[in-house]
């Protein structure tokens, strides 16, 4: 007597997901896209500005207590993951691509968010740059964001805040 195969179903992607559960991909409807642009003007070579861009001790000095960086790799490539985290900050993320000297893409995982995830939540962060002259380095940074309708300007704020100390860190780190 020849035993029987007992009868298989469809796995699931994932072991623990049930086919029967659906998971909403989408944020709550009443965020809205905002898209923060700055363009920052830097006296120092593309090349220098590079290397500080990818240099991941910069990123783990500029992180104020009790905030903290974290690294899936010592060098930082396509495929690495990023972790910042802290109160009310949780901003996981992915470098998708890294083209030499010229172009970062950071994409924000689903339960990336600031302050609460009804609030803020980041999708995708870009920095370009584009070779100026007499040696000079134009670093274009873009940010995209779900954002909380009330806290748009708050946030608008905020950016341009943010950019300016993050250009001066870029700064302090090309000086030493």
């Given at each position: 007597m020849t035993p029987?195969?007992?009868?298989?179903?469809?796995r699931a992607?994932?072991?623990?997901?049930?086919?029967?559960?659906?998971v909403p991909r989408v944020a709550p409807p009443?965020?809205?896209?905002?898209?923060?642009?700055?363009?920052?003007?830097?006296p120092h070579t593309t090349n220098a500005v590079w290397t500080q861009l990818l240099a991941r001790t910069g990123a783990l000095r500029g992180a104020l207590w009790p905030y903290r960086v974290e690294f899936s790799d010592t060098a930082l490539h396509a495929g690495c993951a990023?972790?910042?985290?802290?109160?009310?900050?949780?901003?996981?993320?992915v470098l998708t691509r890294v083209k030499n000297s010229e172009y970062i893409d950071l994409q924000y995982c689903a339960g990336a968010?600031?302050?609460?995830?009804?609030?803020?939540?980041p999708k995708r962060l870009e920095f370009r740059l584009q070779p100026g002259e007499q040696g000079t380095t134009l670093l274009v940074l873009r940010l995209e964001a779900l954002v909380h309708?009330?806290?748009?300007?708050?946030?608008?704020?905020?950016?341009?805040?943010?950019?300016?100390?993050?250009?001066?860190?870029?700064?302090?780190?090309?000086?030493?």
């Open positions: 029987t195969a007992a009868p298989t179903r469809p992607a994932v072991p623990w997901a049930r086919p029967e559960i659906e009443n965020l809205v896209l905002e898209a923060s642009v700055r363009a920052i003007r830097l990023r972790y910042r985290y802290g109160p009310l900050v949780n901003l996981p993320g968010w600031i302050g609460s995830p009804r609030w803020l939540r309708p009330l806290l748009r300007r708050p946030w608008r704020l905020g950016q341009r805040l943010r950019w300016k100390l993050f250009a001066a860190t870029i700064h302090r780190g090309l000086r030493r």
